[in-house]
């Protein structure tokens, strides 16, 4: 194999530094081939034509590659440059010289010249492995439709090793999930002597922080169902009409992909009450989910599990509480004592820490979200960073660092305990928020 030149090798190095310059490209394939490294040339003359598939240079030095010969073609409108010769066909239809030829329009690029003997499915076919094709065409279906790639316009996931399991303490929530979501899913023969539909409809609620993000990905898990998580900027659009069609296309990709867990993420936004509502099509968009939580067609929605999560309940409009649709509410409280702990460990696992009491530090807790004790531990770790920078001696987080942290962190669930009071004490109509009274009864909130 020849070996390449100092001249090829630098113009290698400036074609690398400077990619899209297609004349300094052509240069350096044509000392390639003047080389005799054939292979080479093709490969650098197949790139300056993806950058300018109409130059008619890297056409001519493409045929020249590929073992082509030919008479060279003047690129249009050149001036001073010798043409190819003239056919008598082509002199037959040429214009007196004394007459100005017609006015040009500006047309897309020519396409390649015709040579004779010259095969560019064969050229094609020869430098396809050097460059990868410019377009992907998407699958077709088994119908021919070309819809195959549907489901992956949404995040859909596979079915998780996240279990009920996984989730720290929070003994109360994992028994009420049991009782009115799990245990008539996961008994088949059961459901078929009661008619239960493989369907249902859970609203998780509470202070936000708390982890109702993480307990619908457990029940998917308990479920082994697929799970996708829909937020207001997957649905919501600007031009009328498409709010409404991304929704139908979310369930209908559930559907699809049952049994798959649907999980609305902040509801109130997603399905505000319509009395409240200024805008059409926001009204229209809570229609829909209406009409895809109803399934257009008896047993549609079999194996979809539709699960919702907000912090202010209060704001969802009605109709999407009654019964066969999302009837089943589910209060998420801040963790209690073995959930705090859970949480804690998680969070202080990979830090550099010593002589840490873990029970004491959980009572000292009482209160914080899930979200504040993630916090409590960065601040933690930080106040011994910056005493480390300071003393220029590197310490552990000890337990000092921690109470520290604990004492400044302000729940961030009070607010909503404060907003959830007034709703428990005069809007619990037909007993909607019994769990949230008996809650701020126990702390002396109410």
């Known amino acids: 194999m020849p070996v390449e030149s100092p001249l090829i090798k630098s ?19 044509a000392l390639l081939l003047d080389a005799g490294h054939g292979d080479a040339a093709v490969a650098e003359t197949a790139v300056a034509l993806q950058h ?50 017609a006015p040009q329009t500006p047309s897309a690029p020519e396409a390649p010249p015709t040579r004779q003997g010259f095969d560019w499915k064969a050229a094609q076919d020869q430098v396809g492995d050097v460059l990868p094709p410019r377009f992907v065409e998407a699958p077709l279906t088994a119908d021919g439709s070309g819809d195959a790639g549907d489901a992956a316009a949404w995040d859909v996931e596979r079915p998780g090793t996240v279990r009920l399991a996984d989730v720290g303490g929070m003994r109360e929530v994992k028994e009420r999930l049991e009782a009115a979501f799990l245990a008539p899913l996961r008994n088949p023969e059961l459901r078929r002597v009661y008619g239960k539909s493989l369907r249902g409809g859970l609203l ?42 991304n929704m139908h296309e979310i ?27 200024q805008s059409s099509g926001m009204r229209n968009t809570v229609n829909q989910l209406l ?27 009605i109709a999407l509480r009654r019964p066969g649709r999302l009837d089943r509410t589910l209060l998420v409280l801040p963790p209690d004592g073995p959930a705090r702990e859970a949480i804690l460990r998680y969070h202080l696992r990979e830090r550099p820490i010593e002589n840490v009491d873990l029970g004491k530090l959980v009572k000292a807790t009482d209160g914080l979200s899930g979200a504040d004790l993630a916090h409590l531990c960065e601040a933690a770790a930080e106040s011994a960073l910056l005493d480390s920078a300071r003393t220029g001696t590197v310490r552990l987080i000890d337990m000092k660092d921690l109470l ?14 404060a907003s959830a009071r007034n709703v428990a004490m005069y ?20």
């Not at 590659?65 to 409108?77: I, Q, S, T």
Request: hydrophobic letters at 45%; aromatic letters at 6%.
């Open 11 to 29: 113009l290698r190095t400036a074609v690398a530094a400077a990619p899209d310059d297609v004349p300094l490209r052509l240069h350096l394939a």
């Open 52 to 101: 300018a598939p109409g130059d008619v240079e890297a056409r001519q030095l493409m045929a020249r590659a590929m073992g082509v010969g030919g008479p060279e073609v003047a690129p249009a409108g050149a001036v001073g440059v010798e043409s190819a010769p003239v056919t008598a066909a082509a002199a037959e239809v040429a214009p007196a010289p004394d007459v100005a030829p």
């Open 204 to 245: 998780l609620y509470g202070p936000p922080g708390c982890g109702k993000t993480f307990i619908a990905r457990a029940v998917a898990g308990e479920l082994g169902a697929a799970f996708l998580s829909v937020s207001v900027n997957d649905v919501l659009d600007m031009w009328i009409g498409n709010s409404e069609r």
């Open 251 to 277: 369930f209908r990709t559930a559907r699809r992909q049952a049994p798959c867990v649907v999980f609305l993420d902040e509801l109130d936004a997603l399905g505000g009450k319509r009395s409240r509502s």
């Open 291 to 317: 009409t895809e939580l109803d399934g257009v067609d008896a047993g549609a929605n079999e194996g979809v599990f539709v699960l919702a999560a907000t912090n202010v309940p209060w704001d969802v409009d």
């Open 404 to 417: 520290a942290a604990a004492r400044q962190v302000v729940p961030s669930t009070e607010p909503w305990f």
């Open 427 to 446: 809007a619990n109509d037909g007993g909607m928020y019994d769990d949230l009274v008996a809650h701020l009864k126990k702390k002396r909130k109410l």
